[in-house]
Protein backbone atom coordinates (compact mmCIF):
# COMPACT_ATOMS: atom_id res chain seq x y z
CA UNK A 1 0.00 0.00 0.00
CA UNK A 2 1.46 3.72 -0.64
CA UNK A 3 2.63 5.66 2.27
CA UNK A 4 -0.62 7.95 3.56
CA UNK A 5 0.49 11.08 2.09
CA UNK A 6 0.60 9.87 -1.73
CA UNK A 7 -2.31 10.20 -3.94
CA UNK A 8 -0.51 7.73 -6.35
CA UNK A 9 2.78 5.85 -5.84
CA UNK A 10 5.22 3.47 -7.22
CA UNK A 11 6.51 1.38 -4.22
CA UNK A 12 4.89 1.38 -0.80
CA UNK A 13 7.32 4.35 0.73
CA UNK A 14 8.07 6.06 -3.08
CA UNK A 15 5.05 8.47 -3.69
CA UNK A 16 4.73 9.47 -7.56
CA UNK A 17 2.34 12.20 -7.18
CA UNK A 18 0.60 14.32 -4.31
CA UNK A 19 -2.48 15.61 -3.71
CA UNK A 20 -3.29 19.19 -4.10
CA UNK A 21 -1.72 21.30 -1.40
CA UNK A 22 1.35 18.93 -0.78
CA UNK A 23 4.36 18.52 -1.91
CA UNK A 24 6.48 15.50 -3.40
CA UNK A 25 9.46 14.88 -1.05
CA UNK A 26 12.19 12.71 -1.36
CA UNK A 27 9.90 9.44 -1.03
CA UNK A 28 6.78 11.04 0.64
CA UNK A 29 4.45 14.29 0.42
CA UNK A 30 4.79 16.88 2.68
CA UNK A 31 2.56 20.12 3.36
CA UNK A 32 3.70 23.71 3.65
CA UNK A 33 3.03 25.60 6.88
CA UNK A 34 -0.24 27.37 7.25
CA UNK A 35 1.57 30.55 6.68
CA UNK A 36 3.07 29.30 3.75
CA UNK A 37 2.08 28.74 -0.22
CA UNK A 38 2.97 26.25 -2.61
CA UNK A 39 5.20 27.48 -5.58
CA UNK A 40 6.84 25.27 -7.91
CA UNK A 41 8.33 22.80 -5.82
CA UNK A 42 8.84 25.27 -2.66
CA UNK A 43 6.59 26.47 -0.05
CA UNK A 44 7.03 30.27 0.66
CA UNK A 45 5.91 32.58 3.10
CA UNK A 46 2.17 34.42 2.88
CA UNK A 47 4.17 37.65 3.92
CA UNK A 48 4.00 39.47 7.31
CA UNK A 49 1.35 39.59 9.93
CA UNK A 50 -0.46 36.61 7.41
CA UNK A 51 -2.00 32.95 8.94
CA UNK A 52 -3.14 31.62 5.80
CA UNK A 53 -3.07 32.38 2.49
CA UNK A 54 -3.60 30.82 -1.33
CA UNK A 55 -0.40 32.77 -2.48
CA UNK A 56 1.81 35.66 -1.48
CA UNK A 57 -1.11 39.08 -1.24
CA UNK A 58 -4.06 36.42 -1.56
CA UNK A 59 -4.36 36.37 2.54
CA UNK A 60 -6.91 34.44 4.14
CA UNK A 61 -6.73 34.93 7.60
CA UNK A 62 -4.41 36.91 9.91
CA UNK A 63 -2.85 37.19 13.12
CA UNK A 64 -4.58 38.23 16.01
CA UNK A 65 -4.64 42.32 16.03
CA UNK A 66 -4.87 42.38 12.42
CA UNK A 67 -7.47 42.73 9.59
CA UNK A 68 -7.54 41.84 5.71
CA UNK A 69 -7.37 44.47 3.03
CA UNK A 70 -7.26 43.74 -0.31
CA UNK A 71 -5.52 40.44 0.40
CA UNK A 72 -3.00 41.57 2.98
CA UNK A 73 -2.80 41.76 6.89
CA UNK A 74 -2.79 45.77 7.98
Keep these: ?3 ESCEHCIAADKCETCP ?5 GD ?16 CLSCGPSCRECDG ?4 RACE ?7 GACT
Design 1 to 3: ACH
Design 20 to 24: PGSLL
Design 27 to 42: TICLSCASNEFIQGDS
Design 56 to 59: LGQC
Design 64 to 70: TGFDITE
